[in-house]
């Protein structure tokens, strides 16, 4: 008796071998293997990075005879006195006062002034466009280190030494580049039709500017204005050389002052420390999804 035989059929064209698929093994360096090691670096990355900020935090609820006895210890009883000391000290809060007006004037000007150039360059077409951005990419390469002596000279000639103003204008001019080189391709990307329809419209370009490409800009504003409060925030450098007196010094160059006062506190450096580096740091973990955010939109206009 004849047994008939199926037809094997081919494959359609363009369609996927499932089942081949499913049953191939994934080898050591399959896509299964690959998330489990990029987890476990990325965990120790995080471990090395945030262990230093725990042990300031922890240590400022700490004794100092704690510290000296187990550096690597826990706090054992808890201890909320040096917290309450830094928070009692006059100081802490002249500071903390100083800070945040250099950090916000820092902001809004680098904000600002950004935006506005960034808007020139990456809208207009004019004869030196390409030179004016390459200025200031070019300005990324110029370290403050450089600049501090003949900048400290203009500021005593000026007389702006001890003022504020001394530590917020440089700050500005020195985050310009940064801000510019995030801000172009923002402005760049926003269609030329936008502007054109309106212009027909009736507005101008302050218009346009004010109520078009900046709402439309605002996660790359977001981006260089934490950028900014971040570094102002933590800047110290400028700070030491040109303010000069716990009076008007800023937290960081409060924490050096704090330091050297009670060399022998330990702890109660430590809960400075950690007062001192805390708004930063909560600041910018709040906006870290808007700067990873700005930057991705940066990068691709």
């Known amino acids: 008796m004849a047994t008939a035989i199926a037809p094997v059929r081919s494959p359609r064209p363009g369609a996927s071998p499932k089942r081949a698929r499913a049953s191939a093994p994934s080898g050591p360096t399959g896509g299964r293997w690959g998330t489990p090691v990029a987890y476990i ?53 002249t500071q903390f006062g100083n800070s945040t007006i250099v950090a916000v004037g820092t902001t809004l000007g680098v904000v600002l002034l950004g935006v506005m150039a960034a808007f020139v360059i990456a809208r207009y077409e004019f004869v030196g466009r390409g030179l004016l951005f390459s200025l200031f990419t070019a300005g990324l390469l110029f370290p403050l280190t450089v600049a501090v002596l003949p900048l400290f000279t ?53 218009t346009f ?12 504003l977001v981006t260089v204005g934490v ?9 110290y450098l400028l700070p030491l050389l040109l303010l000069g007196n716990p009076a008007t010094a800023t937290l960081p160059v409060g924490v050096q002052y704090f330091s050297t006062a009670y060399s022998q506190d330990t702890a109660g450096v430590l809960a400075f420390t950690s007062i001192a580096m805390l708004p930063a740091l909560l600041f910018f973990t709040l ?11 940066a990068v691709k206009g």
């Open 227 to 235: 950028l900014a409060f971040v570094a102002s925030w933590n800047a």
């Open 41 to 93: 670096i990325a965990l120790v990355m995080c471990g090395i990075t945030v262990a230093p900020v725990i042990y300031v935090i922890l240590g400022g609820f700490r004794t100092t005879a704690q510290i000296n006895s187990d550096p690597s210890g826990l706090p054992d009883p808890w201890v909320l006195e040096k917290y309450g000391a830094v928070f009692a000290d006059p100081n802490f809060w």
């Open 154 to 206: 203009m500021l005593r000639s000026f007389g702006l030494l001890g003022n504020l103003l001394a530590v917020i204008g440089p700050q500005i001019a020195f985050a310009l580049p940064t801000t510019i080189i995030i801000l172009v391709p923002f402005l760049r990307a926003i269609p030329a039709e936008l502007e054109d329809a309106a212009l027909i419209d009736g507005a101008g370009r302050f």
């Open 209 to 220: 500017f004010w109520r078009v490409l900046l709402p439309l800009s605002w996660p790359g």
């Open 287 to 297: 906006a870290q999804r808007r700067i990873v955010g700005g930057l991705t939109g």
